[in-house]
């Protein structure tokens, strides 16, 4: 799609504007009725799965062609232009409620109260839009609210569900508990995250723009000094709501310190890891048996609870965690000792061309049961393993005996 393009001989693409529910989405001029509307991409024909999708689609245009009301966004048409099948929606040239920050109260009850208007009229044609959240709210400059993008909405009495996939439909933080529980959506579930979504526009919570793999929400401190980043990261692939994520975690963090002051965890077991800079475990003498060691810039991971060296004559990698498990079994790799340290060596134990020992500091009893401090000693590169291995416990005695008593 590109602007100028004509869709299914009678809307023009104008401009790209956004995405929604995973779908473009673009402004366009209907030259037959000279209006602005928007146009989502939702689905390609030779996607995977492509029929079954279009026919969902094509579900979901009859749903929403049941709802007329001031407060939902209207849906025109549903077309289908060179293997790509689009929605042709009202088009609103207002910012979405997630733009909006720190809203008056009072204001925030008339928006609300135009919306539960317009849930009460999906759900009068049986409809339940399943994902209501502020990126799904529009609000104009005069403050009318439109509820949209009902990309995953279904028919109550029907068997079809407009999702991708069958294990959760809607975004985290704004689903009700029995939704995420997996039970079945309901209007009191529609209810609930219209709730949690106007609770998020009452609260200061500065909303960064998502990037491809990131998306960050940050919460002013009322010194104005001080400020909590909250980012959520895509780090594997797939597709998730980032946004959705960060959102939920900022508007979970600030209802937590809306509460008053936070206190402050018990101290921590003076023998614990949680005290111990990774870096410093290991000196320059032990860090001598790393070949080529980059000894002088470590790279120190939150807290000093990581820490990683380099090789400058090689593709090979050190690494220092600390971790919590469940008491080490065979499973754990073969079994070795560190004076009064127990130890387990294990090729591949993190991910391929690795070797990991992990040598127990202490013992301890947590809400989980019985479990232990580690301290994991990895080496990565493309020797063979049984060499991996060999360098990683020689490095992780000398770590071991720098580990506090």
Not at 78 to 83: F, P, Q
Not at 366 to 391: A, I, T
Request: charge should be negative; aromatic fraction near 4%; include cysteine.
């Amino acid at each position: 799609m590109r602007i100028g393009q004509l869709i299914s001989g009678r809307y023009r693409l104008a401009e790209q504007i956004g995405s929604g529910g995973g779908g473009t989405v673009w402004r366009a001029v209907d030259e037959e009725l000279g209006r602005d509307v928007a146009i989502k991409h939702a689905v390609s024909r030779d996607s995977e799965h492509g029929a079954e999708r279009i026919k969902r689609l094509r579900t979901e245009g009859k749903i929403l062609a049941k709802v007329n009301h001031p407060n939902v966004v209207t849906l025109y048409d549903v077309v289908a232009e060179g293997g790509e099948w689009l929605l042709v929606m009202e088009y609103l040239p207002a910012p979405d409620l997630a733009h909006h920050r720190m809203l008056p109260p009072a204001r925030v009850a008339r928006i609300g109260a135009q919306l539960a208007a317009g849930l009460a009229a999906v759900h009068a044609t049986g409809v339940l839009h399943r994902d209501i959240k502020p990126g799904n709210v529009l609000v104009t400059a005069d403050d009318v609210a439109k509820l949209g993008d009902f990309g995953i909405s279904r028919a109550v009495h029907a068997d079809v569900t407009l999702t991708e996939t069958g294990l959760l439909a809607g975004t985290p933080g704004f689903v009700a508990p029995e939704v995420a529980n997996g039970a079945d959506p309901t209007a009191a579930s529609d209810v609930f995250s219209l709730g949690a979504t106007l609770f998020t526009a009452i609260l200061d919570i500065v909303r960064e723009p998502q990037e491809s793999d990131e998306c960050a929400r940050i919460l002013p401190m009322p010194d104005r000094r001080t400020r909590i980043v909250i980012t959520a990261d895509q780090l594997g692939e797939g597709k998730s709501d980032l946004c959705g994520m960060a959102e939920a975690a900022a508007a979970t963090a600030a209802g937590v310190l809306g509460r008053g002051e936070v206190s402050r965890r018990p101290a921590p077991n003076p023998a614990s890891l949680i005290n111990v800079d990774a870096c410093g475990l290991l000196d320059g003498d032990a860090l001598a048996r790393f070949p080529g060691v980059d000894a002088i810039r470590p790279e120190p991971g939150f807290g000093g609870w990581s820490c990683r060296w380099n090789s400058t004559t090689g593709p090979a990698t050190l690494r220092l965690l600390f971790d919590r498990h469940q008491p080490p079994t065979a499973d754990d790799g073969r079994p070795v000792r560190f004076g009064d340290h127990r130890a387990f060596v294990e090729p591949e134990g993190y991910g391929e061309e690795s070797c990991r020992v992990g040598i127990v500091h202490r013992e301890y009893r947590g809400e989980d049961g019985e479990m232990v401090e580690r301290l994991l000693v990895v080496v990565m590169g493309p020797q063979p393993g049984d060499e991996l291995c060999r360098l990683a416990t020689a490095l992780a005695e000398p770590a071991a005996a720098a580990l506090p008593a």
